[in-house]
């Protein structure tokens, strides 16, 4: 089976991006056979950025986005999102 995941909305925003990948980990863990694809656009292209600090109280976008690479799945991202992410945020 193949399943993809559309995530848009920002990391530390709402829980939509969080649910959205707990039920990827969730799903690799299951069935391992599973192929899980989690594609980032718009505001969720931020969350793919490594080193974020994680606000206090919250989960830890990146931790769990590896969980899903570890787990076999793909991670992508919207091109034009990230090259423009890239110019504005700070390094």
């Known amino acids: 089976m193949q399943i993809l995941f559309i995530l848009n909305d920002p990391a530390y925003s ?32 931020v969350a793919a950025k490594t080193g974020q600090k994680t606000p206090d109280g919250y989960y830890n976008v990146e931790r769990m986005l590896k969980g899903v690479v570890a787990g076999k799945g793909q991670i992508l991202l919207c091109g034009s999102v990230w090259r423009l992410a890239a110019l504005l945020i700070p390094k």
């Open 14 to 45: 709402s829980e939509r991006c969080y649910n959205g990948l707990r039920l990827a980990l969730a799903l690799i863990k299951s069935d391992p056979a599973t192929a899980i694809t989690v594609f980032l656009m718009a505001d969720a292209v």
